[in-house]
């Protein structure tokens, strides 16, 4: 995203958890896990995540965007996206936009750049698979009751930056009966800043949060993502808002077979497919 102000750019990225959305955390105990250890953990939740990404290949889905710039209560500037995820006879994903109004972002001070269409589709629903771990590090911090969902919890960080690669950092929190992540905080790194008030684009990603919701009573498929948060730059405050949401999730394709420990997970019935509804999250704003 884009900040023009004054005759500079500025990019940018926005997702930021809120104080109502945190109030429904239980406490964080630091206490170690009963029965294994983080370890196991680490291997158990990263062999899911493996299935969690092949497997959200082979649904269609709807993705909605929101993007707000807001002087109090008043917007002064809007964008909007909602597509539908789509497959080919060949299995490759297609897009097929549903709704796009034209973007008034801009009456605010910003616009998309091409980092934002990329998080919006790859960071906020962000993956932490086996091949992925060891560009990570991880670290255990404890135990929290998120809604009903009693979790580990987990630290993370990559251990180097390699040329133009984006990369999470934050928390993460793995369910402790399905060992899957069910919830996200964080943001996208690296980020650029003009410390030294040059004129430098700044790149910034502040945080954000993602829940998952079970669907298809097996994957945790991410469904709700927020932000409100005021940016702080050089040239002055924006207050910004973000809401994605990822819905009318359906499985496609009667030859498809997704293999977990070397057995195929079977398909769920439509009668037990559990709606959406992100964890701990009020009703979505409009």
């Known amino acids: 995203m884009k900040l023009a102000a004054r005759g500079a750019l500025f990019s940018l990225t926005l997702i930021l958890l809120t104080g109502a959305l945190a109030a429904q955390e239980g406490t964080l105990e630091n206490t170690p896990p009963t029965g294994t250890t983080a370890e196991e953990i680490i291997t158990r939740f990263a062999a899911k995540e493996k299935l969690f990404k092949e497997a959200r290949d082979h649904y269609t889905y709807r993705q909605s965007i929101k993007v ?72 255990y911090v404890g135990q929290q009751q998120e809604d009903t969902l009693h979790c580990y919890v987990f630290d993370i960080a990559p251990k180097q930056i390699v040329g133009k690669k984006r990369y999470f950092q934050g928390r993460i929190w793995v369910d402790d009966r399905d060992f899957q992540i069910v919830k996200t905080y964080g943001q996208a790194v690296p980020e650029i800043r003009d410390t030294k008030r040059k004129g430098k684009e700044e790149h910034l990603y502040p945080k954000f949060t993602t829940w998952r919701e079970q669907i298809d009573n097996q994957y945790w498929f991410p469904t709700y993502t927020r932000a409100d948060d005021v940016l702080h730059f050089n040239t002055g405050d924006i207050h910004i808002r973000e809401i994605l949401k990822y819905e009318d999730y359906k499985r496609f394709g009667a030859n498809v077979k997704i293999l977990y420990q070397g057995k195929e997970v079977p398909k769920a019935d439509d009668k037990d497919q559990k709606t959406p509804q992100p964890p701990g999250t009020p009703s979505p704003q409009k």
Do not use: M
Not at 83 to 104: C, M
Not at 114 to 122: A, L, S, T
């Open 68 to 139: 707000q710039t807001r002087d109090g209560d008043t917007v002064t500037g809007e964008y909007q996206e909602s597509f539908d995820v789509l497959y080919d006879d060949k299995g490759h994903r297609i897009e097929n936009v549903v709704f796009a109004p034209q973007s008034s972002l801009e009456n605010g001070g910003l616009s998309l750049d091409e980092g934002d269409v990329q998080d919006f589709r790859n960071r906020l629903p962000f993956v932490l698979t086996s091949e992925e771990v060891p560009e990570y590090n991880i670290l």
